[in-house]
């Protein structure tokens, strides 16, 4: 899990599939609470402060996962590749971004984002020797709300109360707007990506 942050998502994916989990974090607070966080898990769990260039040519992984992260990286192109490097023949990575660039706005910039992505954008940056197991669009309802301020409240950062509202009734709300639009647009994409057998 690369840039794992305070571990947000973490709690969510490690199911007993996993064999071992590896942490990459640039940050050195976040890094150092994950180690004590997960220190004593039930599985094997090691934690490496910096980008994945940090974690050593010799070093590969059946899964590579890039949560809200992509976006944070000038060079997004070479960060893939980093990716494909590290990761064994038939292995996964798995990227959530932002979508569509006309929603970039001045939280985008705030929080580090160098741009927001479409289907195409994103998959332009994959080569031949991955195979694109999915890219969908998730979270329709919250696309029409940041819409809705994009155009109209034109907030730099969200209310604790607008928070609490995207979790509470949007994000459930967009699991059934999400099917009946069949993915065609959302705030974020999601893309699954398999590496070839000898690749």
Not at 141 to 166: C, D, E, I
């Amino acid at each position: 899990e690369v840039g794992a942050g305070p571990g947000n998502f973490t709690s969510y994916l490690l199911t007993d599939r996993a064999r071992s989990w590896t942490f990459v974090e640039p940050d050195p607070a976040f890094a150092s609470k994950l180690a004590k966080s997960y220190g004593d898990y039930s599985l094997p769990v090691e934690v490496f402060q910096g980008t994945i260039l940090n974690v050593g040519n010799s070093r590969s992984f059946d899964s590579i996962i890039y949560l809200d992260v992509l976006e944070h990286i000038e060079h997004d192109d070479k960060e893939i590749q980093h990716m494909i490097d590290h990761l064994n023949p038939g292995g996964f990575i798995i990227i959530l971004c932002p979508a569509f660039n006309f929603l970039y706005s001045p939280f985008d910039k705030a929080i580090g984002h160098y741009r927001r992505y479409t289907r195409t954008s994103l998959l332009k940056l994959f080569p031949a020797s991955l195979n694109i197991r999915r890219a969908v669009y998730l979270d329709s309802t919250g696309f029409l709300a940041s819409a809705a301020n994009k155009l109209m409240l034109k907030q730099s950062y969200p209310s604790q109360g607008q928070v609490k509202f995207w979790d509470r009734l949007l994000v459930p709300c967009s699991r059934f707007t999400d099917i009946v639009f069949s993915r065609f647009f959302g705030r974020s994409i999601l893309v699954v990506a398999q590496k070839a057998n000898g690749a």
